[in-house]
């Protein structure tokens, strides 16, 4: 079966720095990996995927991720953050073959910080 | 593009009544969509995956009889909850999917439940 981990709860960033949301699968095969993003009391925005292909995708809002084969990850990043980046942000893992269904991180709350 | 719509946004409920939840696409056919639940502070628990015209699929520990999902048709599903009980209090979110090589899924805000 597979399985996503977010090892950090909270990332706490000042404006302006990078930043870096850790994510790491395990999944038979080659994974379709994703990154979403929640504001509170709302819905799950999509913010990018890795298929296939270049092993750094970038997204929504500047963001980007990285997919790392022989480590297993998936990290969200970001060079400069903004204080509106602040929500809760998770990882998610499709095995190839396995229909749409997506298997989610436990989530990992940004905040971002003037 | 790929918009998601739920109603009611927040519902409050007596116990022993029973809720329904609808989740449309706007945009767009889907042919699959999900309903996750949400805790506060934890991650989205797949419920049950429904394909329009047929049955859905529920995820283990999920009851049936008490979570009714009709997926009538390809831009509708609706999550009905049965004889509602404080514990079913929940964040419950759908997304939908528009198949044909389209992998992501598209989420709708997400319908806040309380049951008193």
């Known amino acids: 079966a597979q399985s996503v981990a977010q090892p950090e709860d909270q990332v706490n960033v000042a404006e302006g720095n990078p930043l870096t949301v850790k994510c790491t699968y395990s999944?038979?095969?080659?994974?379709?990996l994703f990154w979403y993003v929640q504001y509170p009391n709302r819905g799950l925005q999509f913010l990018l995927k890795?298929?296939?292909?270049?092993?750094l995708v970038k997204g929504s809002y500047g963001f980007e991720a990285e997919f790392n084969k022989s480590q297993t990850s998936f990290h969200l990043k970001k060079p400069s953050a903004l204080v509106s980046d602040s929500a809760l942000y998770f990882c998610?893992?499709?095995?190839?073959?396995?229909?749409?269904?997506?298997?989610f991180g436990t989530g990992t709350q940004l905040k971002v910080e003037l | 593009g790929a918009v998601v719509s739920q109603h009611p946004s927040w519902v409050i409920c007596k116990s022993g009544t029973s809720v329904k939840i609808e989740c449309r696409s706007l945009d767009f056919q889907a042919t699959t969509m999900f309903w996750y639940r949400q805790f506060p502070k934890q991650s989205l628990m797949l419920m049950a995956t429904s394909n329009e015209g047929s049955k859905a699929t529920y995820e283990q520990g999920v009851e049936k009889d008490k979570f009714l999902i009709n997926h009538a048709s390809l831009t509708l599903s609706t999550l009905t909850v049965t004889s509602a009980h404080p514990e079913d209090s929940s964040f419950y979110i759908c997304s939908a999917t528009p198949g044909q090589g389209r992998n992501e899924q598209f989420f709708g805000p997400g319908t806040r439940l309380t049951v008193l």
């Open positions: 999944v038979s095969g080659n994974p379709y």
């Open positions: 998610a893992v499709r095995p190839p073959g396995g229909g749409n269904k997506l298997t």
């Open positions: 890795y298929i296939t292909g270049d092993n």
